[in-house]
């Protein structure tokens, strides 16, 4: 297969610099998006929407770490064995990560949010904003553990 061609629009800056698992909701960040070929043209109206999803890459995790099989969530033993995919830990096969933030503020082509799980230089592949239209349609299933282990991410 041909490479993706993809290359980083800009870095996380600020908000966390170490990598912990719990209370991101209060964390504030600016996204820095300095691709060259990004313009205030590129960020146009991003103001209108209060959320976004951002795209990112956990360039932190070690490539010889990185897990293809099942393991337990966290590590926790209380959790079950499930396979990386069915997970949202970081040292999964591709790297990438996927956020949904608060979009506080548009300076420019630096986007102030909150809520963002990323930490201070992470790379940003893509942003999106969050529109309603995208949620799940329909009933909603997660495994129990799932809801344990978001109680305190937030």
């Not at 912990?20 to 960020?43: K, M, N, Y």
């Not at 099942?70 to 990438?96: E, F, T």
């Not at 630096?110 to 349609?137: H, M, N, Q, S, Y």
Request: hydrophobic fraction near 40%.
């Amino acid at each position: 297969m041909a490479a993706l061609g993809v290359e980083p629009l800009g870095h996380v800056l600020g908000g966390r610099s170490v990598v912990e698992d719990d209370r991101w909701g209060p964390v504030e960040a600016r996204l820095r998006l300095d691709h060259p070929r990004v313009s205030a043209e590129t960020v146009r109206g991003l103001e209108s929407f209060s959320h976004l999803e951002v795209v990112f890459v956990f360039d932190r995790v070690d490539p010889d770490g990185i897990e293809w099989g099942s393991r337990h969530p966290r590590g926790n033993p209380d959790w079950p064995l499930v396979g990386i995919l069915a997970q949202r830990a970081k040292d999964r096969p591709n790297r990438i990560g996927v956020s949904r933030c608060e979009l506080v503020a548009v300076d420019g082509t630096d986007l102030l949010v909150r809520g963002l799980d990323a930490v201070d230089g992470t790379p940003i592949i893509d942003i999106k904003p969050w529109l309603e239209g995208f949620a799940p349609r329909g009933e909603v299933r997660e495994a129990p553990w799932a809801g344990e282990l978001m109680r305190d991410y937030w």
